[in-house]
């Protein structure tokens, strides 16, 4: 079955970095858009970026934009963000999504925190 697995969150500084990654598995990987999606404490989930599949068009939230880069590895079936510049707003949970088939797929989520 389809599982994505998220990794890389933490707690990190104001003003830094952090690579978030997503492995994903039980599926053609390369054929399906992969999103990322973020949730505040309080607050409804909303979309970061987006990656697409054939053409690697990206998306970004008007928020991160120029921020955070949203990347691929087809062969890794992996997608990626890398995330600077890091804001205390950033904080929050970080999900893995695809749109696979039929299903709305998710992962379990990585907590990135953001605080000096």
């Known amino acids: 079955q389809v599982q994505l697995v998220e990794s890389g969150g933490g707690l990190v500084q104001p003003g830094g970095s952090l690579r978030l990654s997503c492995a994903a598995s039980g599926f053609t990987f390369s054929s399906y858009a992969m999103s990322w999606y973020r949730q505040a404490p309080g607050k409804e989930r909303e979309l970061v970026a987006r990656?697409?599949?054939?053409?690697?068009?990206?998306n970004y939230a008007a928020s991160i934009k120029g921020r955070f880069i949203i990347s691929r590895d087809n062969a890794k079936n992996t997608v990626y963000l890398q995330m600077n510049s890091l804001k205390p707003e950033d904080t929050g949970v970080y999900y893995c999504?695809?749109?696979?088939?039929?299903?709305?797929?998710w992962g379990q989520g990585t907590q990135v925190t953001v605080s000096s």
């Open positions: 990656i697409f599949s054939t053409s690697g068009l990206t």
């Open positions: 999504y695809g749109y696979v088939g039929t299903r709305d797929c």
